[in-house]
């Protein structure tokens, strides 16, 4: 029996090498790449059409899971246009191409669509987006179940882990490379998350792609409970053994700074239910960085 072949958009990326990781042999994974594509790779510039439609033609996917995004924030507040044609005309060309070919599609998206005004984010909150990056997102998410009714959305409000492959966007890697060189990094006290290990985020998106293909909508996924930005990065240096004074709490907004919710908890109570698993605390998925 032939495996099925997913289509990896966005492979190179943080998350996408522990979703191949979280694959293991279940499926055929196809990486697509926007540059250097090398070994079963296929080269894909979301924002270009036909280079979509050429990359689809050649991987001949199933299942298509769209991790490729402009996801630095301040980056996109600074370049809102180029933030546009990545986010939402990318969406656009993949999940058209997902439309016209029939393959299941998986769409990463982000708590960014909610202001984080409110305690606790369920999928069918009204969205309220305070950033470019966030309202890119938003307009993402309509064009996809607009064109994939059948689409499953995965939220996610931060993703932590030690990256798989170098110069990937890991916050752990960022964070032990500033303190190792004795550079104290300032944390947010008042913006609030419920993180996910990369791993246990791969995990539920393999599922999404093999074995609940039935599942449409958006999902929410994260820890069970929330951690400030502060607290979060307070208990990873205990972890790393940095001291204490290289660890300090930003009280003030940082001229530049791209506006953030101060508190996105997605209820991940949803996805959760849909597996047939269980989240984890917070405090399980900073162990799980460390074990």
């Not at 299941?104 to 305070?130: M, N, Q």
């Not at 550079?183 to 995990?203: D, G, K, L, M």
Request: charged content about 25%; overall charge neutral.
């Amino acid at each position: 029996m032939r495996q099925t072949r997913i289509f990896i958009i966005g492979a190179r990326g943080f998350l996408g090498s522990y979703v191949i990781e979280a694959a293991d042999s279940a499926a055929e994974i196809i990486r697509g790449e926007r540059a250097g594509a090398g070994p079963g790779s296929i080269s894909i510039d979301v924002r270009d059409p036909s280079s979509v439609d050429d990359a689809f033609a050649a991987a001949r996917p199933d299942a298509v899971l769209l991790l490729a995004a402009m996801a630095d924030i301040d980056r996109c507040e600074a370049h809102p246009a180029e933030a546009y044609a990545v986010n939402v005309r990318g969406a656009e060309h993949v999940a058209g191409a997902c439309a016209r070919s029939g393959a299941r599609l998986v769409f990463a998206s982000t708590g960014a669509v909610f202001d984080g005004r409110k305690h606790g984010y369920r999928e069918d909150d009204h969205v309220s987006p305070v950033s470019v990056y966030g309202k890119t997102k938003v307009e993402a998410e309509e064009v996809v179940r607009a064109l994939v009714p059948s689409a499953a959305i995965v939220r996610l409000s931060l993703v932590i882990g030690w990256a798989r492959t170098p110069g990937t966007n890991s916050m752990l890697d960022s964070l032990r490379l500033r303190w190792n060189t004795g550079r104290p990094v300032a944390f947010p006290s008042n913006e609030v998350r419920n993180p996910i290990h990369a791993a246990s985020a791969a995990q539920a998106l393999i599922a999404l792609l093999l074995q609940r293909r039935d599942a449409s909508g958006i999902f929410h996924a994260g820890a069970s409970d929330i951690i400030s930005r502060y607290e979060l990065g307070r208990r990873l240096a205990v972890q790393m053994d940095i001291p204490e004074d290289l660890v300090q709490p930003q009280l003030e907004p940082i001229p530049g700074r791209a506006p953030r919710g101060e508190h996105h908890f997605l209820l991940p109570g949803k996805l959760h239910e849909l597996l047939g698993s269980q989240a984890q605390t917070c405090e399980q998925v900073i162990e799980r960085c460390f074990r």
